[in-house]
């Protein structure tokens, strides 16, 4: 039972997470929160305030504040491998979520299995 509990526990962290997902880009202005992984030569730069223009691709790295439009970084479509859109502030709090539920659930059954020996 305790395997089977473990191997449960750990699936469902696996799965927690930003809920990274690559869709069609179309041109124009994304919003403005939404966060975009564009790969490029092997190397994932993490943007918001994403602008896709027929030529180019640009966006503000994700540290920095979204009105920051001196922080903007513009890379040619030719040259991006791929595109990935996520919500780590969401997977945080699903994360959050999962692991205290799991241990909520895991207290509740223990506490009842105890007091009912």
Request: charged letters at 15%; aromatic letters at 10%.
């Amino acid at each position: 039972m305790r395997s089977w509990l473990r191997v449960a526990s750990l699936t469902g962290l696996m799965a927690c997470g930003a809920g990274w997902h690559r869709q069609d880009v179309a041109e124009g202005s994304l919003e403005p929160s939404q966060q975009v992984q564009v790969f490029r030569q092997g190397r994932a730069l993490q943007w918001h305030a994403v602008v896709v223009a027929p030529e180019n691709i640009s966006g503000i790295s994700f540290l920095q504040p979204i009105k920051c439009d001196s922080c903007r970084a513009s890379i040619p479509r030719a040259s991006v491998d791929s595109i990935r859109f996520g919500d780590p502030l969401a997977g945080f709090w699903k994360t959050f979520g999962l692991v205290v539920g799991s241990m909520a659930v895991f207290c509740a059954v223990y506490c009842i299995r105890e007091g009912g020996s």
